[in-house]
């Protein structure tokens, strides 16, 4: 080989490895600015926690379980109805670890199609799909040596059920579009409000996917079944609320917080947190009042045939609240805020319960 053919292979070498380290280190500032993004939701999450407090016998095996499985890498499985704090269970969990030091990465799988999901949880190669202009790594390598958190777990579809499992067992990934296994080490933890062994038996989730995920299950107690402890987390959200909103609440009505432990809260915590901001807004004195129309929450009209499952009854909650909301999901006064659920949980039920979005609006 003549010098001048030497030179040619040399250039065309590190043009290659130059090319490779551009592409590595857009990698590497993508990464960090999606890890910047979740550090700050992590940050403003963390005094939430204290809403896992409660003396109650139910909440004290809550937190039992946690300092058990914290320490270790199994695979965590967070049972309960929506609003009750599976996501601060998820959180606390990480916090008490030793991957604390890394991210805690959460996916809502509700809010996702089957492509985005795959692509949000596994990334993509530049020209995967259309719209794929660039490389763009997911959400299992974002939490190399962290938490990934799997919120709504029972919504994933089935095509991304397959893949999911594959990442688990075998503990690599693969980006949409991509040939190359990326190893991962990553500890996992799922939630879901659905019955997965039901969702099993109507063959709508993987049986091998199940067992995958249900290693530690936790069951997070409605808030009915803890009214003891309501005194407690009415006094952590007045304490979050006159800080947020420069006020000097001392305390709350005797009388409104005995109505706050007959209330069966459907929506949980989170009904109850919304319930006291709501209060709060209009509070001018050291007592808050809470209004007792607030606390009559519609329950679904029965029908004729007597029993029905919960599916049913969480179809009619749902389709009762888009009437009532005029077809309005987001806002204050959409289906969403009325529900006390996220907007994007709400559409996933919707989809997963075969309800017409066109009888929304979304506004």
Known sequence: MNAEAFALELLAVLVSERAELLAHVAELEQRGRQEVDYLRTEIKSERNLRTLTGDSAAMKRVRQAIGQVAPTDSTVLILGETGTGKELVARAIHQLSPRRERLLVTVNCAALTPTLLLSELFGHEAGAFTG????????????????????EIAEIPPEAQVTLLRALQERTVERVGGSQSIAVDVRVIAATHQ??????????????????????????????????????????????????????VQTIAPAALARMKQYPWPGNVRELENIVERAMIGAAGPVLEVDAHWLTSPMPKARPNGARGFHDVERQTIEEALERCHGRIYGPRGAAAALSLKPTTLYGKMRRLGIDRKNANGA
């Open 195 to 248: 019955d997965l062994p039901a969702l099993v038996q109507a063959e709508r989730f993987r049986a091998d996917l199940f067992y995958r995920l249900n290693v530690f299950p936790i069951q997070v107690p409605a808030l009915r079944e803890r009214p003891e402890d309501i005194s407690d987390l009415v006094r952590h959200f007045l304490h979050q609320f006159n800080r947020r909103m420069n006020k000097h």
């Open 132 to 151: 794929a202009s660039k490389r763009r790594i997911g959400r299992f390598e974002l939490a190399q040596g962290g938490t990934l958190f799997l919120d």
